[in-house]
């Protein structure tokens, strides 16, 4: 059932909202924050019930990647992968707001619409961003990840069969970004899922998620402000 709920109702909902969002000419301060407020809530609601779930079935938490069995390991790759990923965000950046405004894209029109552009917004962004990192990895990498592994234990390998298939699920959840957008996704996920077997941690994929989605948010308005003062 969660993981119908995941893949069916958290995608249509999610694209049902940007539908509503890109029908406003201009969003205000107001409708941002209601947006970054209300998936906060949702999404830890999601975890809440998962957790829930988990307990009552006494589910070992290193199923769900919640351990640290090689601190090193997780410590160096944390770095790394959060640092790798944070500049290619960076560098893409700069390279779609070179571009001519009607060529950037829909992912990116969807994002400079949702970015925020005041203090508070970015606030509470921060907070969002800090929220998806979390629970996104918690859901994602741990309890689809744990739940297509015990479904296909009996094939080989099912940690690669879960890694795809829990990457495909996450890709769903963003079919709001289009078609690009899925794509993105999808490879991010396995990045972090394979991360995931190899240090058998959540901690690396949550940072650079965290990493990846602060850099987004921030430096992006940051730089379109640059972009258009330079224009004018």
Not at 47 to 60: T, Y
Request: glycine share 8%; net charge positive.
């Amino acid at each position: 059932m969660v993981l119908l709920l995941l893949g069916l109702i958290v995608p249509w909902r999610g694209a049902r909202r940007m539908r509503l969002l890109r029908a406003k000419p201009e969003l205000t301060s107001s409708d941002r924050l209601k947006l970054y407020g209300s998936t906060i809530v949702l999404q830890w609601l999601i975890v809440a019930v998962i957790a829930v779930l988990c307990a009552r079935r006494s589910v070992d938490p290193a199923e769900l990647g919640l351990s640290i069995a090689s601190p090193m390991r997780i410590t160096w790759l944390t770095v790394a992968l959060t640092g790798v990923l944070c500049v290619n965000q960076v560098f893409g950046l700069r390279k779609i707001t070179q571009l001519p405004e009607g060529k950037r894209g829909s992912l990116f029109a969807i994002s400079e619409k949702i970015m925020p552009q005041t203090g508070r917004e970015r606030l509470l962004y921060a907070a969002l961003a800090c929220t998806a990192g979390l629970s996104e990895e918690f859901i994602y990498r741990g309890f689809v990840f744990m739940a297509f592994v015990r479904m296909t234990v009996n094939y080989l390998p099912p940690n690669g069969i879960a890694a795809v298939l829990s990457s495909a699920w996450f890709a769903v959840a963003h079919v709001y970004q289009g078609r690009r957008g899925v794509i993105t996704t999808f490879v991010v996920g396995l990045i972090f899922a394979f991360t995931r077997i190899w240090t058998g941690s959540l901690i690396p994929a949550i940072a650079a998620h965290i990493g990846m989605d602060l850099t987004i948010g921030i430096y992006a308005s940051q730089l379109l402000r640059k972009t258009e003062q330079n224009a004018i």
